[in-house]
């Protein structure tokens, strides 16, 4: 079993800035990528960004592309999302997500491409 833990998410005003950081812990297995999701009220859970822990290749989606940076930190098997730029629309319950076992690329902006969750963290952006 692998848990996730999520730290500090927060109040920031429009245009401030958040770091959340998510660390791995429990049974050893080798992480092949980690992500964050995002999800408002009354809205699904959508894809945030990821992050592939071989190489370290990153993806986002276009709503927080040029804003958000996505960064790991394999030997402490943690994850980082750095937030700038924020606006009250990135306001949501923001989850980590580890893949452990190899899934096709196609899956890795999905909430199918990953095994664990986080228990969520939220993220209040005021205007």
């Known amino acids: 079993q692998v848990q996730l833990v999520e730290v500090v998410g927060g109040l920031v005003q429009a245009g401030g800035s958040l770091r959340l950081s998510c660390a791995a812990s429990g049974r050893t297995l080798s992480n092949y990528g980690m992500g964050w999701f995002r999800q408002a009220p009354g809205n699904e859970r959508e894809f945030v960004a990821t992050?592939?822990?071989?190489?370290?290749?990153?993806y986002y989606a276009d709503s927080v592309k040029d804003r958000f940076t996505i960064s790991g930190d394999n030997a402490k098997k943690t994850v980082y999302l750095q937030m700038n730029s924020l606006k009250p629309e990135d306001t949501a319950v923001y989850y980590c997500?580890?893949?452990?076992?190899?899934?096709?690329?196609?899956?890795?902006?999905?909430?199918?491409?990953?095994?664990?969750w986080g228990q969520g963290t939220q993220v209040t952006v005021s205007s």
């Open positions: 997500a580890a893949r452990t076992t190899p899934k096709p690329s196609g899956r890795w902006t999905t909430s199918t491409g990953y095994d664990y």
């Open positions: 992050i592939t822990c071989s190489i370290g290749r990153t």
